[in-house]
């Protein structure tokens, strides 16, 4: 977990470092963080009934790509990338709300991911996992029962990643947008 907490933080100081080269002017054109989405986001009334299939049909083919994907030859180089971009991702976003809202924008900045990412990181870090164990267990595992037990382990833990990503889904539909509202109130 070293090396991709390693990588996390390098790419998140390397999307700190774009946003600040970028300036305050891309930063204020940038999607959710520019001051007339948040105007409308603020009195929107918004359904989880319906904010929920969306955000399901928006992740979960991205998650079900990725999983394929990191089971193949580069599975370690598509965990490493997605830790990647994630880090560069919040690193930008990071600068963009504190310069837009000052230190508020900090606190506009959990609203964007509380509280769906309390189960989206454990997912995370379980695929993190699951890829390198499967990758490093493929090498020494015998044929027979440690074979067998090392896919049983896998589709256990894809089954709980699944089960996490879906409770986060659940999470962003009907309780982030409330929470974000609320803060949208308080940083405006």
Same mark, same amino acid.
């Given at each position: 977990?070293?090396?991709?907490?390693?990588?996390?933080?390098?790419?998140?100081?390397?999307?700190?470092?774009?946003?600040?080269?970028?300036?305050?002017? +891309?930063?204020?054109?940038?999607? +959710?963080?520019?001051?007339? &989405?948040?105007?409308?986001?603020?009195?929107?009334?918004?359904?989880?009934?319906?904010?929920?299939?969306?955000?399901?049909?928006?992740?979960?083919?991205?998650?079900?790509?990725?999983?394929?994907?990191?089971?193949?030859?580069?599975?370690?180089?598509?965990?490493?990338?997605?830790?990647?971009?994630?880090?560069?991702?919040?690193?930008?976003?990071?600068?963009?709300?504190?310069?837009?809202?000052?230190?508020?924008?900090?606190?506009?900045?959990?609203?964007? &991911?509380?509280?769906?990412?309390?189960?989206?990181?454990? +997912?995370?870090?379980?695929?993190?996992?699951?890829?390198?164990?499967?990758?490093?267990?493929?090498?020494?595992?015998?044929?027979?029962?440690?074979?067998?037990?090392?896919?049983?382990?896998?589709?256990?833990?894809?089954?709980? +990643?699944?089960?996490?990503?879906?409770?986060?889904? &659940?999470?962003?539909?009907?309780?982030?947008?409330?929470?974000?509202?609320?803060?949208?109130?308080?940083?405006?």
């Amino acid at each position: 977990m070293k090396k991709s907490t390693f990588l996390f933080v390098f790419v998140f100081l390397g999307g700190v470092i774009c946003a600040n080269i970028l300036g305050v002017v +891309a930063g204020k054109e940038l999607g +959710a963080m520019n001051e007339y &989405f948040m105007n409308r986001y603020m009195y929107a009334d918004i359904q989880g009934q319906e904010l929920f299939p969306f955000l399901f049909y928006e992740r979960a083919p991205k998650f079900l790509v990725l999983l394929l994907l990191s089971i193949g030859i580069f599975g370690t180089f598509i965990v490493d990338g997605y830790i990647g971009y994630l880090g560069f991702s919040v690193g930008f976003l990071s600068v963009i709300a504190i310069m837009n809202y000052g230190i508020k924008g900090v606190l506009l900045l959990l609203g964007f &991911f509380f509280p769906q990412w309390l189960f989206y990181v454990p +997912a995370l870090i379980l695929w993190y996992y699951e890829v390198r164990y499967y990758k490093g267990a493929g090498r020494t595992a015998a044929y027979g029962e440690q074979k067998n037990k090392k896919h049983i382990k896998l589709a256990v833990s894809l089954m709980l +990643a699944g089960i996490l990503l879906f409770s986060g889904l &659940f999470l962003e539909s009907y309780v982030n947008p409330f929470f974000l509202q609320n803060i949208i109130r308080i940083v405006g």
